[in-house]
T-cell receptor, first 115, second 108 residues
Framework: EAQVTQNPRYLITVTGKKLTVTCSQN?????MSWYRQDPGLGLRQIYY???????DKGDVPEGYKVSRKEKRNFPLILESPSPNQTSLYFC??????????????FGSGTQLSVL | AQRVTQPEKLLSVFKGAPVELKCNYS??????LFWYVQYSRQRLQLLLR??SRESIKGFTADLNKGETSFHLKKPFAQEEDSAMYYC??????????FGQGTELSVKP
């Protein structure tokens, strides 16, 4: 089944404790992206990657890191989480070529709470 | 500035009533517009895109470049339409910009 898989689904942590949210897709998509979803603000892009070893900042990259060593994986790293990073996070992927390249596939989301 | 605005945070209608979810955009280039939907406890998924001029689950959306709008419409709302709806714009550079989202609640 074609899908984007995020782990964990729920995470409660404390300020300053490094964490990683994993994202994996099995569709051989070149493009991957991370969003955070906050009430009243909608979806805001954190980082995106057009292909392996290529990453760029989105609209709200502060406090986050990403890496794209393999095509299928795009982990989101919070080196020193803070309470304002409490949010619902979505990973997404799509192709960059072809007629269906605009369709974004989303993961199920990761609810992060930073105490 | 590149921006997508959904002015309504919550839209509540009765079953069978017409529904229109508003979306306005600000973009100087040639936009590609989409509507994404998130049903309760499910992941976000593409509902429709303006280039296809399609009708999905009874929903349609027409791109109005003069008014810079891409409103989502359905003539008769169903309870299963209750969900969070996001309008999105894709720039010529490939960036996807989402609106703030509108929660649609269809009451029996």
């Amino acid at each position: 089944e074609a899908q984007v898989t995020q782990n964990p689904r729920y995470l409660i942590t404390v300020t300053g404790k490094k964490l990683t949210v994993t994202c994996s897709q099995n569709m051989n998509h070149e493009y991957m992206s991370w969003y955070r979803q906050d009430p009243g603000l909608g979806l805001r892009q954190i980082y995106y990657s057009m292909n392996v070893e290529v990453t760029d900042k989105g609209d709200v990259p502060e406090g986050y890191k990403v890496s794209r060593k393999e095509k299928r994986n795009f982990p989101l790293i919070l080196e020193s989480p803070s309470p304002n990073q409490t949010s619902l996070y979505f990973c997404a992927s799509r192709r960059t070529e072809g007629v269906t390249n605009e369709k974004l596939f989303f993961g199920s989301g990761t609810q992060l709470s930073v105490l | 500035a590149q921006r997508v605005t959904q002015p309504e945070k919550l839209l509540s209608v009765f079953k069978g009533a017409p529904v229109e979810l508003k979306c306005n955009y600000s973009y100087s280039g040639s936009p590609e517009l989409f509507w994404y939907v998130q049903y309760s406890r499910q992941r976000l998924q593409l509902l429709l895109r303006h280039i296809s001029r399609e009708s999905i689950k009874g929903f349609t959306a027409d791109l109005n470049k003069g008014e810079t709008s891409f409103h989502l419409k359905k003539p008769f709302a169903q309870e299963e339409d209750s969900a969070m709806y996001y309008c999105a714009l894709r720039t010529q550079g490939g960036k996807l910009i989402f609106g703030q989202g509108t929660e649609l609640s269809v009451k029996p």
